[in-house]
């Protein structure tokens, strides 16, 4: 079956302008997360959304970052004036559920973005 | 939080050789440990994972062992092939967490 997929695969922006990252999850999967990739870097854990429970936000690096899942399927991440420190892989990943946190996590192939 | 230290950060060998990544982690409540491998331009990739309640388990050439007393982790790959070249990463949760904490990577290269 289809897997996550995420677009774009690339994205350019200036110094300053949003940008929104869309993601979409497998079918049938309840839980949906992002993840941060520096370049060079691990994965760092960003957001995680689980059914209709109110997000986990507590990866978020600053309020400029903030994140949505509209009905339970697709998400968007958006980062509002951005940086250049913004500039990394965004990589997102769904489950089926989360019990006990041991769910296995399938990622999509990420957006590449750049911010000049 | 969990903190994951990942070695080594690359690694070469030849092929038909044995490779050998190592990871520890700080939180002894963690309890389960996946490992991703990924190449260029893709998303990570499963390729094994471990739970608490086993000290080691193995999928044809790839095998994990786990050891919670001294609480580090390692994958094994045998028989290496110039396809298992890739980065490659171990992961971490807590029961009552909902996300994985990573460990650096390791760039592995298969030589031929």
């Known amino acids: 079956g289809a897997g996550v997929s995420q677009s774009p695969s690339n994205k350019v922006t200036e110094k300053g302008k949003d940008v929104e990252l869309r993601c979409d999850p497998i079918?049938?999967?309840?839980?949906l997360y992002w993840y941060r990739q520096s370049l060079g870097q691990g994965l760092e854990f960003l957001i995680y959304?689980?059914?209709?429970?109110?997000?986990?936000k507590s990866g978020l690096p600053s309020d400029r970052f903030s994140a949505e899942r509209t009905g339970g399927s697709v998400s968007t991440l958006t980062i509002q004036r951005t940086q250049q420190e913004d500039s990394a892989v965004y990589l997102c990943?769904?489950?089926?559920?989360?019990?006990?946190?041991?769910?296995?996590?399938?990622f999509g192939p990420g957006t590449r973005l750049l911010v000049l | 939080g969990e903190n994951v230290e990942q070695h080594p950060s690359t690694l070469s060998v030849q092929e038909g050789d044995s490779a050998v990544i190592k990871c520890t982690y700080s939180d002894s409540a963690s309890n389960y440990f996946p490992w991703y491998k990924q190449e260029l331009g893709k998303g990570p990739q499963l390729i094994i994972d471990i739970r608490s309640n086993v000290g080691e388990k193995k999928d044809q050439r790839i095998a994990v062992t786990l050891n919670k007393t001294a609480k580090h982790f390692s994958l094994h790959i045998t028989e290496t092939q110039p396809e298992d070249s890739a980065v490659y990463f171990c992961a971490a949760s807590i029961d009552s967490a909902r996300q994985l904490t990573f460990g650096s990577g390791t760039q592995l290269t298969v030589l031929p």
């Open positions: 079918s049938g999967h309840t839980a």
């Open positions: 959304f689980q059914g209709n429970s109110a997000p986990d």
């Open positions: 990943a769904s489950s089926l559920s989360t019990a006990g946190g041991q769910e296995t996590q399938y």
